[in-house]
């Protein structure tokens, strides 16, 4: 049986319009059964619903953006800022020697939530002062947040509320956090696919490695760390649902695409690999990528060379 998020079910929104949708607990509920997930059933059936049964979407908002605050932790603890710069600065460099592209350059982060990944940038200027920093997603309450957040700590990034790839200026790069295992893998093509038929020069994703020891350590953490039942059901579940270096290559190589894995699972400690990267770059990009990442450029490995060990 497949496992599944209770946050991805307990909202709906039109893919293209990101209007939100009427979710009834009851078909959750159901949801959850059929796939044999009793606790999470027990979990949803506690939240507040209408007269006709519909979740309350203002609790449900309230739930999400708590949640995602008890996660930042996570991507503290875990400096994906940090280690999305050491991919991000050689990329951008790349990007700006090829010349094919002149800036100021758009960094957009699909998925953003409360868009901590571009707080942390902008605040850090790390990227520097020729790329702007964009975080898009489905819920209008993540983002509405995630724009609070951000004027209230006076930082220059923005947020909005809608589909990644149809906003009016295209992506120089985009990037996510925690955001792959959410697809299946016809929809992970897709993901992939869109971004290769995009002008966008890169992609940088960040997600859950698919180790044994994942949902172990997820379970630990969401345990520590997170309070609601809600957040530490899901943050196992995701461990769970997290794609195979051999899958995610296997989608991300798509025409245009040069696709590459950093530190991938044959490769890296598994008691130390929690998150990792998959990176895609126009391939006349991929020679001076590798030149300004120096020795690190030899973690990187293509769907060629995933056997095979690194050297």
Known sequence: MSVLEISDLITAVEPDSGHRLPVRRAEVIGRLRESGDERAARIVARLPVDADGVLDPCAVDRLLIGVHTELQRLSEELRVGERLVHLLGPLFAAIRAAGAERGPYRLVDVGCGLGYL??????????????????VDLSAALVGEADRLARAEGLNCRFVHGNAFDLPQAAT????????????????????QAQAASPAQAFCHFDIAATPLAPIGAWMFHR??????LGRHDGVVSALRAHS?????????????????????????PFCTTVRPIIGLRPPLEGSFRQAFGRSGRRLVGQDQLTEPAR
């Open 118 to 135: 571009l707080r942390w940038l902008a605040a850090t200027d790390a990227l520097g002062p020729d790329v702007e920093l964009v975080g």
């Open 173 to 192: 790069v985009y990037v996510s956090t925690g955001v792959l295992h959410h697809f299946s893998d016809p929809a992970l093509a897709e993901f992939f």
């Open 224 to 229: 520590a760390r997170m309070r609601h039942p």
């Open 245 to 269: 270096d051999e899958a995610l290559l296997r989608a991300a190589t798509v025409p245009g695409i040069r696709a590459l894995l950093y530190d991938p699972r044959g490769t890296a400690n």
